[in-house]
T-cell receptor, first 123, second 115 residues
Framework: GAVVSQHPSWVICKSGTSVKIECRSL??????MFWYRQFPKQSLMLMAT?????????EQGVEKDKFLINHASLTLSTLTVTSAHPEDSSFYIC???????????????????FGPGTRLTVL | GENVEQHPSTLSVQEGDSAVIKCTYS??????FPWYKQELGKRPQLIID?????GEKKDQRIAVTLNKTAKHFSLHITETQPEDSAVYFC??????????????FGEGTQLTVNP
């Protein structure tokens, strides 16, 4: 249980184009999803917190107009990197969490379940 | 906001030895401390976690200790094996409420277990 998928697993695009990444919780309803970015040999940096049906909360320094996040359902969140540039090349990882009442005895309230990540390369 | 510091950044041990990784946190309201193992190009994998109402937790060769007063927690791996080689991240969160569950990660420790 508690499986999170991401699509695509990797993408190469030209500078100036937009790329959409999907994050899905396959067997549970995720009230909250998180988007992280990880550069080579660095830690995971939280970009934004996405709650179903409301606007995402972005971390300081993350441009909300560049990284568009939509969380339209309890099982799907999308991250769109608009007008991508080479410096946006990174490993993007999502995670999902849900309150204990949703999956009592199986999922802790705090635990986040991570997707497999999406490797974005902007040429 | 929360700040998590992790040491060492690299750790090399011989197979069968123990490995210890330490983290400190700044937010006294943090109450959930997971540890993740990440292999190259893959997702972080939760290996153990601890909540602030306990001081120690053990799962086979892996243990975590928490000192709330000093605001630090440590990962202990005993009888290390080559397959333990990976990057390990500590993290901290306040838990409770959707925004409160956001994780702040340490910088990571590259553990290498030499056969």
């Amino acid at each position: 249980g508690a499986v999170v998928s991401q699509h695509p697993s990797w993408v190469i695009c030209k500078s100036g184009t937009s790329v959409k990444i999907e994050c899905r919780s396959l067997d549970f309803q995720a009230t909250t999803m998180f988007w992280y970015r990880q550069f080579p040999k660095q830690s995971l940096m939280l970009m934004a917190t996405s709650n179903e049906g409301s606007k995402a909360t972005y971390e300081q320094g993350v441009e909300k107009d560049k990284f568009l996040i939509n969380h339209a359902s309890l099982t799907l969140s999308t991250l769109t990197v608009t007008s991508a540039h080479p410096e946006d090349s990174s490993f993007y990882i999502c995670s999902a969490t849900t309150p204990l009442s949703g999956l009592a005895g199986q999922v802790s309230y705090n635990e986040q379940f991570f997707g497999p990540g999406t490797r974005l390369t902007v040429l | 906001g929360e700040n998590v510091e992790q040491h060492p950044s690299t750790l090399s041990v011989q197979e069968g030895d123990s490995a210890v990784i330490k983290c400190t946190y700044s937010d006294s309201a943090s109450n959930y401390f997971p540890w993740y193992k990440q292999e190259l190009g893959k997702r972080p994998q939760l290996i153990i976690d601890i909540r602030s109402n306990v001081g120690e937790k053990k799962d086979q060769r892996i243990a975590v200790t928490l000192n709330k007063t000093a605001k630090h927690f440590s990962l202990h791996i005993t009888e290390t094996q080559p397959e333990d080689s990976a990057v390990y991240f500590c993290a901290a969160s306040r838990g409770g409420g959707t925004s409160g569950s956001r994780l702040t990660f340490g910088e990571g420790t590259q553990l290498t277990v030499n056969p």
